[in-house]
Nanobody, 115 residues
Framework: QVQLVESGGGLVQAGGSLRLSCAASGNIFRGNVMGWYRQAPGKQRELVADITSGGTTNYRDSVKGRFTISRDNAKNTVTLQMNSLKPEDTAVYYC?????????WGQGTQVTVSS
């Protein structure tokens, strides 16, 4: 089992910044991928960004150039720095840990961007 605890999120005006952090604990194995997904009301959950244990990153097109994902393998943490936020970024953001077919989720943190 893997437990994920998120922090950060909140309310910000358009153009502002927020930082999300996630700490993983439990049975952490090398070769995992950690990332962030989001789900807006009435929409499906979507990948925002993820990062392999080797540091390879992947972003959805709409956040490229605005969001930066990073991780600390020694601390088993992943961070999402979100800049130039837009109202359409409003959603519940979920931390994700993936290793092979196994996937674990955090409890979610609300990000609200006002126009």
């Amino acid at each position: 089992q893997v437990q994920l605890v998120e922090s950060g999120g909140g309310l910000v005006q358009a153009g502002g910044s927020l930082r999300l952090s996630c700490a993983a604990s439990g049975n952490i194995f090398r070769g995992n991928v950690m990332g962030w997904y989001r789900q807006a009301p009435g929409k499906q959950r979507e990948l925002v960004a993820d990062i392999t244990s080797g540091g390879t990153t992947n972003y959805r097109d709409s956040v490229k150039g605005r969001f930066t994902i990073s991780r600390d393998n020694a601390k088993n943490t992943v961070t999402l720095q979100m800049n130039s936020l837009k109202p359409e970024d409003t959603a519940v953001y979920y931390c994700n840990y993936r290793l092979g077919a196994r996937m674990y989720w955090g409890q979610g943190t609300q990000v609200t961007v006002s126009s």
